[in-house]
């Protein structure tokens, strides 16, 4: 139940300047991070070779996008709580993490196969990987290493609470009481979807509970087959005090402002934001770079150290 | 019992019921056979972790999991060096850290968790407490004592019990004997009639008979102290009960509220009522087997719809 929820306890917030502080903090905390490390930038601007708190939001909108296509595209069809729970690990995770430290195109295949685990859809990693373009061991790899790095990071917060199952509730409901104003509810469902789906490139689901959502998507699909949406929220909240009624309109005007203003990033801009992200992105957690597979090494080393020194303490 | 089994030949104790595992320093079980084979040149490699092992090591396994008495082999070991008394802390509270360290000590050697660091430690407190390891070596320690006196405690009193049983035993003998010359020599000598006499006898048997039985009950009072030496009910003991905790007030049935935040959904009874269990798909006849109804999926739908429609509102 979302109330009693540790979505609703540690994932909710109250607006979007909450959610911008947050990813700023992270962008300046890699920033620093990185030239405590490896001392400062030739340039006087940092952002010269660090990404802006606005070229990361271009970044992880884009790969939110890419996520929702993989999800899509993925044999064999995966339901759609896999996809909205997903997405919301995706989010969660970039809120708190800079894209620069760990490249979002490593992070959406293991966001997509924690989901799997976690909504019960049954799949193997190798059959997974099937689904993935391009070298499948490399992204077995990729996956098995950040899995546990992504469940802390989501401090084991696992469970996602996702408005499909309440769109489900709103409509039984609809059938039963609101047969008089919205007649065939089941034809709502293409535009339901459509709108869930949109919602699932914004950040809805860190400011909104799922019912909510879920409401927003059933009022928008009842105006677009000019059914009465107004007498809809009136017998919904015909028990409620009359401030939850203006409440729910307000929320479901501000979520549909916020599906019109999505504009996805041009490709150009992508590309170039993503060339100057190969010079700035922590080298410690790039698969294809020197310093990674140095740490590697260093951690099979240490392993072998360990398992010596346990054999030379049993001959004394 | 299947689970008995030895790891090299596989021989299981349901197979042989004559199967006695071994084990030695590393934990790890091998069946009295296979340590014939593996030893016979009187040292070798265990085969499950490949350590260096003596045959003259091994002993039979009393515990189920081998890892117990690879904990008590190093325990044993520990303690040697970790032999401080409670009398050798100023306060009961670094007493207790000593006995927490040791028991630290002992969990992360069995369980092989940073061995070097912990063998350092061990190496560098012998150092340090050379001479307190030697003083307390062949010191008695509180407990020896006690278990020693408790022990002497029971001999005494089991002596002096038989004693008391030895003296108990001839003097009623004698009572008999005198009882019966008794008989004959009124029999001679008395005036009363031979029945009259073997009556009055008769009942001054039974009055002895009731005297002793009344003794026995009486010396078969209560036990004042358990076999172990315990004292029942002697205060000033140093076994004291553990004391009662304070009286709290009794506990008090709240019936469980959960906020739903949100307009309240309608009962089980009122989902079929209302006709909403018209508007889902029917159990089959497998899933009603299994104890699943339409009406859980139903109220689980409408529940997850309606909580959280109130979210965000008065700022939560």
Same mark, same amino acid.
């Given at each position: 139940?979302?109330?009693?929820?540790?979505?609703?306890?540690?994932?909710?917030?109250?607006?979007?300047?909450?959610?911008?502080?947050?990813?700023?903090?992270?962008?300046?905390?890699?920033?620093?991070?990185?030239? !405590?490390?490896?001392?400062? =930038?030739?340039?006087? #601007?940092?952002? *010269?070779?660090? +990404? /802006?708190?606005?070229?990361?939001?271009?970044?992880?909108?884009?790969?939110?996008?890419?996520?929702?296509?993989?999800?899509?595209?993925?044999?064999?069809?995966?339901?759609?709580?896999?996809?909205?729970?997903?997405?919301?690990?995706?989010?969660?995770?970039?809120?708190?993490?800079?894209?620069?430290?760990?490249?979002?195109?490593?992070?959406?295949?293991?966001?997509?196969?924690?989901?799997?685990?976690?909504?019960?859809?049954?799949?193997?990693?190798?059959?997974?990987?099937?689904?993935?373009?391009?070298?499948?061991?490399?992204?077995?790899?990729?996956?098995?290493?950040?899995?546990?790095?992504?469940?802390?990071?989501?401090?084991?917060?696992?469970?996602?609470?996702?408005?499909?199952?309440?769109?489900?509730?709103?409509?039984?409901?609809?059938?039963?009481?609101?047969?008089?104003?919205?007649?065939? !509810?089941?034809?709502?469902? =293409?535009?339901?979807? #459509?709108?869930? *789906?949109?919602? +699932? /490139?914004?950040?809805?689901?860190?400011?909104?509970?799922?019912?909510?959502?879920?409401?927003?998507?059933?009022?928008?699909?009842?105006?677009?087959?000019?059914?009465?949406?107004?007498?809809?929220?009136?017998?919904?909240?015909?028990?409620?005090?009359?401030?939850?009624?203006?409440?729910?309109?307000?929320?479901?005007?501000?979520?549909?402002?916020?599906?019109?203003?999505?504009?996805?990033?041009?490709?150009?801009?992508?590309?170039?934001?993503?060339?100057?992200?190969?010079?700035?992105?922590?080298?410690?957690?790039?698969?294809?770079?020197?310093?990674?597979?140095?740490?590697?090494?260093?951690?099979?080393?240490?392993?072998?150290?360990?398992?010596?020194?346990?054999?030379?303490?049993?001959?004394? | 019992?299947?689970?008995?089994?030895?790891?090299?030949?596989?021989?299981?104790?349901?197979?042989?019921?004559?199967?006695?595992?071994?084990?030695?320093?590393?934990?790890?079980?091998?069946?009295?056979?296979?340590?014939?084979?593996?030893?016979?040149?009187?040292?070798?490699?265990?085969?499950?972790?490949?350590?260096?092992?003596?045959?003259?090591?091994?002993?039979?396994?009393?515990?189920?999991?081998?890892?117990?008495?690879?904990?008590?082999?190093?325990?044993?070991?520990?303690?040697?060096?970790?032999?401080?008394?409670?009398?050798?802390?100023?306060?009961?509270?670094?007493?207790?850290?000593?006995?927490?360290?040791?028991?630290?000590?002992?969990?992360?050697?069995?369980?092989?968790?940073?061995?070097?660091?912990?063998?350092?430690?061990?190496?560098?407190?012998?150092?340090?407490?050379?001479?307190?390891?030697?003083?307390?070596?062949?010191?008695?320690?509180?407990?020896?004592?006690?278990?020693?006196?408790?022990?002497?405690?029971?001999?005494?009193?089991?002596?002096?019990?038989?004693?008391?049983?030895?003296?108990?035993?001839?003097?009623?003998?004698?009572?008999?004997?005198?009882?019966?010359?008794?008989?004959?020599?009124?029999?001679?000598?008395?005036?009363?009639?031979?029945?009259?006499?073997?009556?009055?006898?008769?009942?001054?048997?039974?009055?002895?008979?009731?005297?002793?039985?009344?003794?026995?009950?009486?010396?078969?009072?209560?036990?004042?102290?358990?076999?172990?030496?315990?004292?029942?009910?002697?205060?000033?003991?140093?076994?004291?009960?553990?004391?009662?905790?304070?009286?709290?007030?009794?506990?008090?049935?709240?019936?469980?509220?959960?906020?739903?935040?949100?307009?309240?959904?309608?009962?089980?009874?009122?989902?079929?009522?209302?006709?909403?269990?018209?508007?889902?798909?029917?159990?089959?006849?497998?899933?009603?087997?299994?104890?699943?109804?339409?009406?859980?999926?139903?109220?689980?739908?409408?529940?997850?719809?309606?909580?959280?429609?109130?979210?965000?509102?008065?700022?939560?």
């Amino acid at each position: 139940m979302f109330s009693s929820s540790t979505q609703k306890k540690h994932w909710m917030f109250s607006n979007e300047r909450d959610l911008a502080k947050l990813r700023e903090s992270s962008n300046t905390n890699y920033i620093q991070k990185m030239i !405590a490390r490896d001392g400062k =930038p030739p340039t006087e #601007d940092v952002y *010269d070779t660090f +990404l /802006l708190p606005l070229e990361e939001k271009m970044l992880y909108r884009h790969y939110e996008f890419l996520l929702r296509e993989f999800c899509k595209k993925f044999t064999p069809a995966v339901p759609k709580a896999v996809i909205g729970t997903s997405l919301a690990y995706f989010k969660r995770y970039y809120l708190r993490n800079s894209v620069m430290d760990l490249h979002p195109k490593q992070m959406i295949i293991t966001c997509m196969y924690l989901a799997c685990k976690v909504e019960e859809f049954n799949i193997s990693i190798t059959q997974f990987v099937n689904n993935v373009k391009g070298d499948r061991e490399k992204a077995q790899d990729i996956i098995l290493t950040n899995e546990l790095l992504l469940i802390q990071h989501l401090q084991y917060h696992l469970t996602v609470h996702n408005p499909y199952r309440a769109v489900e509730g709103l409509l039984i409901d609809t059938k039963t009481r609101m047969s008089h104003i919205i007649q065939d !509810a089941d034809n709502l469902r =293409p535009l339901i979807d #459509d709108f869930l *789906d949109r919602m +699932l /490139l914004t950040d809805a689901s860190l400011l909104f509970a799922p019912s909510q959502l879920a409401m927003a998507a059933i009022v928008y699909a009842v105006n677009k087959a000019h059914f009465d949406s107004n007498e809809y929220l009136n017998i919904l909240f015909q028990d409620a005090p009359p401030d939850k009624l203006t409440h729910a309109r307000r929320i479901c005007k501000e979520m549909h402002q916020m599906i019109k203003a999505i504009e996805m990033p041009a490709k150009e801009q992508v590309k170039q934001i993503e060339k100057k992200l190969e010079k700035c992105r922590n080298q410690d957690n790039n698969p294809d770079s020197a310093a990674y597979k140095r740490k590697m090494e260093i951690d099979d080393d240490n392993s072998r150290l360990a398992k010596q020194g346990r054999y030379e303490d049993s001959m004394e | 019992m299947d689970d008995i089994a030895c790891p090299r030949c596989k021989t299981t104790k349901f197979r042989n019921p004559a199967l006695k595992l071994m084990v030695n320093q590393c934990g790890h079980p091998l069946c009295e056979k296979c340590v014939e084979i593996v030893f016979i040149k009187g040292s070798g490699n265990c085969t499950t972790c490949n350590v260096l092992l003596r045959r003259n090591g091994f002993r039979f396994q009393v515990f189920d999991d081998p890892i117990v008495e690879k904990e008590l082999d190093i325990r044993k070991k520990v303690l040697k060096d970790f032999n401080a008394r409670e009398e050798d802390f100023a306060t009961l509270r670094e007493y207790n850290d000593y006995l927490e360290m040791v028991e630290d000590i002992v969990f992360k050697l069995t369980n092989n968790i940073e061995v070097d660091a912990t063998r350092r430690k061990i190496d560098q407190y012998k150092k340090d407490n050379k001479s307190m390891i030697n003083k307390n070596r062949g010191r008695q320690t509180k407990d020896d004592i006690l278990v020693e006196r408790l022990l002497e405690e029971e001999k005494m009193s089991s002596d002096l019990r038989v004693d008391q049983q030895k003296r108990e035993d001839l003097e009623r003998k004698k009572a008999l004997l005198k009882e019966k010359e008794d008989l004959i020599d009124e029999l001679m000598f008395s005036d009363l009639s031979a029945a009259q006499i073997v009556a009055l006898h008769d009942k001054q048997k039974q009055e002895l008979l009731e005297k002793e039985e009344q003794e026995a009950k009486e010396r078969s009072r209560p036990a004042t102290a358990f076999s172990t030496g315990i004292k029942l009910g002697s205060k000033g003991s140093e076994f004291l009960p553990v004391k009662k905790a304070a009286e709290a007030p009794p506990y008090e049935y709240k019936p469980l509220i959960i906020d739903i935040m949100g307009p309240p959904a309608p009962t089980v009874e009122e989902l079929e009522d209302f006709g909403y269990l018209n508007h889902i798909r029917g159990a089959e006849e497998q899933e009603k087997a299994g104890g699943f109804e339409s009406k859980i999926a139903c109220e689980r739908a409408i529940q997850s719809a309606l909580c959280g429609l109130y979210f965000g509102i008065d700022g939560n």
